[in-house]
């Protein structure tokens, strides 16, 4: 059984940099069939897609954030990556990260999902 | 971008009722690539149907997907103690990907 799990502090200063990290276990993070991204939301409120990346490295971001986002993956340790730099209150969120299945060599829906991790934005 | 838009934005129902969830987008999703998710507070979403009638592994089938181009339904054919959630449309036919705002279904 496919498993993502989360991990970084909950607790990042205004105009600092937001790191987390994405354990994939249960499956291989270079399978051709799939992507892996993140997906934010702010407490109360909506999903917002953030990014997304292929094993071999090919990235995708929401260019609302593109600008701040660097997305990563390390195969050798089956884990993806996000920075978030210069984050604002506004960036408060819970993130998730998702496997995103890949369909005619294009990203699609995000099948299986981390429990997701509270990052807070405060001094 | 696309935008989604769900209505109604909340519903107050009873088990065993019939309930039609709508998504409507700004303008034509490819193909149709239009997925519904659930969720259930503290707890991540969880994946029902894709490509606007397909539903997900392990999904039952109370819950079904129709609609295209602009005009998206999710039904639950009639409802269980445990469907009371928000559910959320997503488009993946254009990046960026967008979610719909979610409808909140909650017991009456």
């Known amino acids: 059984q496919l498993q993502l799990q989360e991990s970084g502090p909950g607790l990042v200063k205004p105009s600092e940099t937001l790191s987390l990290n994405c354990s994939v276990s249960g499956g291989s993070i270079s399978s051709n069939s799939y992507y892996w991204g993140w997906i934010r939301q702010p407490p109360g409120k909506g999903l917002e897609w953030v990014a997304s990346i292929y094993y071999d490295g090919s990235t995708y971001y929401n260019p609302s954030l593109k600008s701040r986002v660097t997305i990563s993956v390390d195969t050798s340790k089956n884990i993806f990556s996000l920075k978030l730099n210069s984050v604002t209150a506004a960036d408060t969120a819970v993130y998730f990260c998702a496997r995103q299945v890949r369909f005619l060599e294009w990203l699609s829906f995000h099948d299986y999902w981390g429990q997701g991790t509270l990052v807070t934005v405060s001094s | 971008e696309i935008v989604l838009t769900q209505s109604p934005g909340t519903l107050s129902l009873s088990p065993g009722e019939r309930v039609t969830l709508s998504c409507r987008a700004s303008q034509s999703i490819t193909s149709p690539y239009l997925a519904w998710y659930q969720q259930k507070p503290g707890q991540a979403p969880r994946l029902l149907i894709y490509?606007?009638?397909n539903r997900a592994t392990g999904i039952p089938d109370r819950f079904s997907g129709s609609g295209s181009g602009t005009d998206f339904t999710l039904t639950i054919s009639r409802l269980e103690p445990e469907d009371f959630a928000v559910y959320y449309c997503q488009q993946y036919g254009s990046s960026p990907f967008t979610f719909g705002p979610g409808t909140k279904v909650h017991i009456k």
């Open positions: 490509g606007s009638s």
